[in-house]
């Protein structure tokens, strides 16, 4: 299974989605509110427009991954006027960021702790680990991010066909595609989704990538995020650095 890819353009894609959302300028090829024409997209492509405040449709019409991987995104993150945290970090752009906000959290959860260097440069992050080991990350990473996605309850049965349908746009791994469907449709379980945790490294960017996701003012997606932390067993003080990196790549 090959997760590495579509994570890396799910996370990129932020970046596009925040812009377009925010009334920055549409793709080629599309109309001024960000839906092109009726056709066979149509009814998707309104769905996003509403999901997205108006442009997210746009990016559907468009061509290429970025423009797949911004239309399964705008459908993960659901309302995103209510998901500000989740689309500004998420243009920080990517996995390999991902493994750069889990390094400098530890670095400075480390340091309030009188570690010194030598314990930070052990870490393998996944900015840092062998490619035959990016994958394992990745896998655990998308789980996290679907996982997330589903906290608030809003990913109802119809949105699930409508990612899925997406994803398998964007890629055509059947393996990854029934993994995505079996992940999609799984009951919201904190305890089984730390189970792909197989590193502290990855319970981490795990975390990170769910802070990412969620409004944490919303009692229910906050309720997820710290019962996920207990489960992937995250150090207090490391918890708080993790959502620290989040908000300080906002600004």
Same mark, same amino acid.
Do not use: C
């Given at each position: 299974?090959?997760?590495?890819?579509?994570?890396?353009?799910?996370?990129?894609?932020?970046?596009?989605?925040?812009?377009?959302?925010?009334?920055?300028?549409?793709?080629?090829?599309?109309?001024?509110?960000?839906?092109?024409?009726?056709?066979?997209?149509?009814?998707?492509?309104?769905?996003?427009?509403?999901?997205?405040?108006?442009?997210?449709?746009?990016?559907?019409?468009?061509?290429?991954?970025?423009?797949?991987?911004?239309?399964?995104?705008?459908?993960?993150?659901?309302?995103?006027?209510?998901?500000?945290?989740?689309?500004?970090?998420?243009?920080?752009?990517?996995?390999?960021?991902?493994? #750069?906000? @889990?390094? *400098? $959290?530890? +670095?400075?959860?480390? !340091? %309030?702790?009188? =570690?010194?260097?030598?314990?930070?440069?052990?870490?393998?992050?996944?900015?840092?680990?062998?490619?035959?080991?990016?994958?394992?990350?990745?896998?655990?990473?998308?789980?996290?991010? #679907?996982? @997330?996605? *589903? $906290?608030? +309850?809003?990913?109802? !049965? %119809?949105?699930? =066909?409508?990612?899925?349908?997406?994803?398998?746009?964007?890629?055509?791994?059947?393996?990854?595609?029934?993994?995505?469907?079996?992940?999609?449709?799984?009951?919201?379980?904190?305890?089984?989704? @730390?189970?792909? $945790?197989?590193?502290?490294?990855? !319970?981490?960017?795990?975390?990170?990538?769910?802070?990412?996701?969620?409004?944490?003012?919303?009692?229910?997606?906050?309720?997820?995020?710290?019962?996920?932390?207990?489960?992937?067993?995250?150090?207090?003080?490391?918890?708080?650095?993790?959502?620290?990196?989040?908000?300080?790549?906002?600004?």
């Amino acid at each position: 299974m090959n997760t590495r890819g579509l994570l890396d353009q799910l996370l990129k894609s932020g970046q596009d989605l925040l812009k377009n959302a925010s009334g920055g300028p549409a793709p080629s090829g599309s109309h001024g509110n960000g839906v092109q024409g009726k056709g066979a997209q149509g009814g998707l492509n309104d769905l996003l427009g509403k999901v997205g405040g108006g442009n997210l449709g746009g990016f559907l019409s468009g061509a290429g991954g970025g423009a797949l991987a911004a239309g399964a995104m705008g459908l993960l993150l659901g309302n995103k006027s209510a998901r500000k945290i989740g689309g500004k970090a998420l243009t920080y752009g990517g996995l390999a960021a991902l493994g #750069v906000l @889990a390094y *400098k $959290a530890y +670095g400075n959860w480390q !340091a %309030n702790q009188g =570690q010194g260097a030598s314990q930070q440069t052990e870490l393998q992050t996944v900015d840092r680990v062998p490619p035959a080991q990016v994958e394992q990350h990745s896998e655990a990473i998308l789980r996290a991010l #679907v996982a @997330a996605a *589903k $906290a608030d +309850g809003h990913v109802d !049965a %119809n949105e699930r =066909q409508l990612i899925e349908g997406e994803f398998t746009r964007l890629t055509g791994d059947s393996d990854l595609q029934q993994w995505l469907h079996v992940e999609l449709n799984k009951p919201l379980d904190p305890t089984d989704v @730390a189970r792909s $945790a197989r590193t502290p490294e990855i !319970a981490a960017e795990m975390y990170l990538a769910s802070v990412m996701m969620v409004d944490e003012e919303h009692f229910m997606e906050r309720a997820y995020l710290d019962e996920l932390a207990k489960q992937l067993k995250i150090e207090p003080g490391l918890k708080q650095e993790l959502e620290n990196q989040v908000r300080q790549s906002q600004q």
